[in-house]
């Protein structure tokens, strides 16, 4: 069941992909995710070229089956992560914070499956055009780096435009979420936050306790002046971000105050002036879970919510 063309084109047993958060998703959470027969990301992030290809070693020898690496196109290694991505023939790649297509032609005579992180209708048209193989389509409740239209209006548009299989990403938790999206007429789901509260994602215990107590509310953007809106969840740094903005800071300050941000927060723990990236899903979450029981619930669950439904609107 829940058979798309997105576990077709990846070699995964179920459609849920873990998405590739910096500095949160190594080759311990990448390879359990595929282990459970999603698709494990690691995210490449701010790592160096040579910290991506052994993060790629660690997860060939955890798992056989496929994972992808995400890249972030604002990384200043770039070209170079381009090539270990290709060196060692990872089976997926996903990028994030911008547009890849200028590598596409290399990932492709690779045979290395493309499918970039979209926030919009015309970049979704564009990345199809170029020859992408799917897109992850991001509302703007995700974590991190967002674009400004939510998943719920930003799925069907997509997915009305392109032909190419299209990935929910944002907002999406448990079984509801996931049964949602595809319900859109997305082929797959892309879930961060969930999978940064699991048992195999190293994060730091901080950043998980500070995931459990956060409500529907608790997340702000911040950077929306700096041209990069990056959601977060309440805290000092996020305070003083918003008190810097209506004071009109400039850019330059606004990043000095971001750099490093994320990294305080998700390895050294401090979640008061680190910057504790969360989706708005966040508020759902009650308990860490492990990788397997998080994917099977969904699985499950999404039966059981279809089989209730037509039952119950006399399907
Ligand atoms: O990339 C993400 N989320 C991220 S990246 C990140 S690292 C970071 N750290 C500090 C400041 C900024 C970033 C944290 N979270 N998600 C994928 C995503 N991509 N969301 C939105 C986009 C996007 C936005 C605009 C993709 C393309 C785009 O347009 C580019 C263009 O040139 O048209």
């Not at 995710?33 to 060939?60: C, M, Y």
């Not at 020859?131 to 992850?136: E, K, Q, R, S, T």
């Not at 919510?305 to 399907?315: K, P, T, V, W």
Request: proline residues 3%.
């Amino acid at each position: 069941m829940f058979k798309t063309r997105v576990c077709e084109l990846c070699g995964i047993e179920y459609p849920i992909f873990q998405g590739g958060m910096a500095w949160v998703s190594d080759y311990r959470l990448a390879s359990a995710v595929s282990e459970a027969g999603g698709l494990g990301i690691i995210a490449a992030g701010h790592l160096t070229p040579d910290e991506v290809r052994e993060q790629i070693r660690k997860v060939k020898e955890l798992t056989s089956k496929p994972f992808g690496v995400n890249i972030m196109l604002m990384s200043p290694y770039v070209e170079d992560i381009v090539k270990v991505v290709i060196e060692e023939r990872v089976p997926v790649v996903t990028t994030g914070a911008g547009n890849p297509g200028k590598y596409v032609k290399a990932f492709k005579e690779a045979n290395i499956k493309v499918i970039p992180v979209v926030a919009s209708v015309a970049l979704a048209k564009r990345m199809e055009r170029e020859g992408v193989d799917a897109v992850i389509a991001e509302g703007m409740e995700s974590g991190g780096h967002i674009g400004d239209i939510t998943t719920m209006v930003l799925i069907p548009q997509v997915v009305d435009a392109v032909k190419i299989p299209v990935i929910a990403a944002g907002g999406i938790g448990d079984a509801r979420g996931f049964l949602a999206a595809l319900m859109l007429g997305a082929e797959g789901v892309q879930m961060g936050t969930r999978f940064a509260l699991s048992k195999e994602c190293a994060v730091h215990s901080n950043w998980k306790r500070m995931y459990i107590k956060a409500k529907d509310r608790d997340t702000v953007v911040t950077g929306v002046t700096t041209g990069h809106p990056v959601r977060v969840i309440k805290n000092k740094l996020a305070r003083k971000f918003e008190e810097m903005e209506k004071q009109g800071a400039s850019k330059e300050e606004l990043e000095q105050l971001g750099a490093g941000a994320l990294k305080k927060a998700a390895l050294e723990g401090d979640v008061e002036w680190g910057s504790v990236m969360a989706g708005q899903i966040v508020g759902l979450l009650k308990e860490e879970k492990s990788v397997k029981e998080i994917i099977d619930e969904i699985i499950e669950g999404a039966k059981k919510l279809l089989s209730e439904n037509c039952a119950r609107f006399g399907g």
